[in-house]
């Protein structure tokens, strides 16, 4: 799960995700991490952590991380959170396997869709909890489906 900091939509997605796999009694790895070095080893964004509370998601012991390299080798699928951070992880891939690895995370719920999970940095208190209910729907959908393909 990739965004921007890695402080609010990837650890959220990671937490949701990590949620689900145990739900599932999945055994399958699920990290985040940011493409920008900002805020690294900062835990996720508060409004994040009260937000995902609220709906009984604990992502508070999350710890910023910037992408690497050793990604590529390391995960089967690269799920991206907008387009800017699917052209930054893309941009560095060194090879077609790698780059192929990279979608951006509502077109797997969505087809074709291109559509953004939406920053909510600098947004309000509401933005945040649709990005909350967004990705749950989301990822919801796209771990049924991975399920499905196995
Ligand atoms: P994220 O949100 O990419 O969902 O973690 C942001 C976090 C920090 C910044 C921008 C977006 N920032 O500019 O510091």
């Known amino acids: 799960?990739?965004?921007?900091?890695?402080?609010c939509r990837s650890p959220l997605a990671e937490g949701l995700l990590r949620k689900k796999i145990y739900n599932h009694s999945l055994t399958w790895h699920v990290d985040s991490c940011g493409t920008a070095n900002y805020h690294i080893g900062s835990p996720p964004d508060s409004r994040m952590i009260s937000t995902?509370?609220?709906?009984?998601?604990d992502i508070s012991d999350l710890?910023?991380?910037q992408f690497?390299?050793?990604d590529f080798e390391k995960y089967d699928i690269i799920y991206v959170m907008d387009k800017s951070n699917y052209a930054n992880v893309a941009r560095i891939a060194q090879n077609e396997s790698?780059?192929?690895k990279v979608r951006l995370l509502l077109n797997d719920w969505k087809p074709s869709s291109n559509l953004e999970v939406p920053d909510p940095y600098y947004g309000t208190e509401d933005d945040f909890k649709q990005v909350y209910e967004l990705l749950d729907e989301a990822l919801e959908h796209i771990l049924n489906k991975l399920k499905s393909e196995k």
């Open 63 to 65: 710890k910023a991380r």
């Open 1 to 7: 799960m990739v965004c921007l900091g890695n402080i």
């Open 68 to 70: 690497s390299q050793s």
């Open 98 to 100: 790698h780059r192929n």
């Open 52 to 57: 995902a509370a609220i709906y009984g998601t």
